[in-house]
Nanobody, 127 residues
Framework: QLQLVESGGGLVQPGGSLRISCAGS????????MAWFRQAPGKEREGVSCISASGGNEHYADSVKGRFTISRDNTKNTLYLQMNSLKPEDTAVYYCAARYYTGSYYHTLIGTDYGHWGPGTQVTVSS
């Protein structure tokens, strides 16, 4: 059974950068498409970015495009999210998620498409 654990969250000033990670165990992430979601207090969960199993296909929400970069290292069973030019509105709990798929890849930032989730890591952007 695949298990996911995020790390690397913390407090960062506006305009700063942070990289969060998601480590997989119990199965190899190379078989899964992955995504990052976030949820701010009082708001609905929002899809941030997703990446294909091989890492060759990325997709971003408009709110983070040009500032965030998703990547993965399947040899380390780890997913990353590099966040630059952070804004206070990026403050949220960030979750990684995985979905197993066969056939052609398609990107999706719909949470119910993902069957495996980590517990989340808090990212706070504040001066």
């Amino acid at each position: 059974q695949l298990q996911l654990v995020e790390s690397g969250g913390g407090l960062v000033q506006p305009g700063g950068s942070l990289r969060i990670s998601c480590a997989g165990s119990g199965d190899t992430l190379a078989w899964y498409a992955m995504a990052w979601f976030r949820q701010a207090p009082g708001k609905e969960r929002e899809g941030v970015s997703c990446i294909s199993a091989s890492g060759g296909n990325e997709h971003y929400a408009d709110s983070v495009k040009g500032r965030f970069t998703i990547s993965r290292d399947n040899t380390k069973n780890t997913l990353y999210l590099q966040m630059n030019s952070l804004k206070p509105e990026d403050t949220a709990v960030y979750y990684c998620a995985a979905r197993y798929y066969t056939g052609s890849y398609y990107h999706t930032l719909i949470g119910t498409d993902y069957g495996h989730w980590g517990p989340g890591t808090q990212v706070t952007v504040s001066s």
